[in-house]
C-alpha cells in the first residue's frame, strides 16, 4: 500500500461502509510521512504499540456508514499488515534496528553560571562530590544546603 486512501478503500472491502469512514485512522498511521517519506516513518506507528494508540485517539470502536460497529484494532492491523508485508511488529522490532550514533548517547547536564536564581542543584551538588566536599545523595544535600541557608539568615 502507498496512500492511506488504498487503506481506507481495502477497509471498506473488508468491514463494509465507505473508505472515508476509515480515511481518519488510515491518515493517523501515515501521519509521519509528513517528516520522513521513506517506509522508515512506520518505526512512529506501525507496530503493536501503535495499535493501542491508535485506539486511544479513535475510541475502541468507530460505526461505519452501514451503520457497524468496527473495532478501531482491526482497522490498524489491517493498515500495518498491508504496510509491513503481513506482520505485526513490535516496537522492539523497529527501535533495535536503529543504528546508534554518538549524539544518541551519553547525555549532559549543561554548566550553568554560579549563583544563578534558577541554576539546576545537581551541578553544584556534582561538583561538591567531584571535589570530595561531600557524601551526601543530592536529595540529602539539597535539603543539609537548604538548613544552613536558614540558620545563616
Known sequence: MAHPLHHAESSA??????????QAVHDWFDASKEHLALFTHRALR???QGLFEAERVFG?????SAGRDIP???????HVREDCQGRIPSMADWL?????????????????????????????????????RTVLGLKDWMAARAMQATQGA
Open 13 to 22: 472491502r473488508k468491514f463494509g461502509g465507505v473508505p472515508s469512514d476509515y
Open 46 to 48: 506501525h507496530h503493536s
Open 60 to 64: 475502541l470502536t468507530l460505526t461505519n
Open 72 to 78: 478501531v484494532r482491526w482497522i490498524g492491523e489491517q
Open 96 to 132: 533495535r534496528r536503529i543504528q546508534p550514533e554518538p549524539w544518541m548517547a551519553n547525555g549532559h547536564i549543561e554548566q550553568h553560571v554560579s549563583g544563578e536564581p534558577c541554576g539546576d542543584p545537581r551541578v553544584a551538588w556534582a561538583s561538591e562530590v567531584a571535589a570530595g
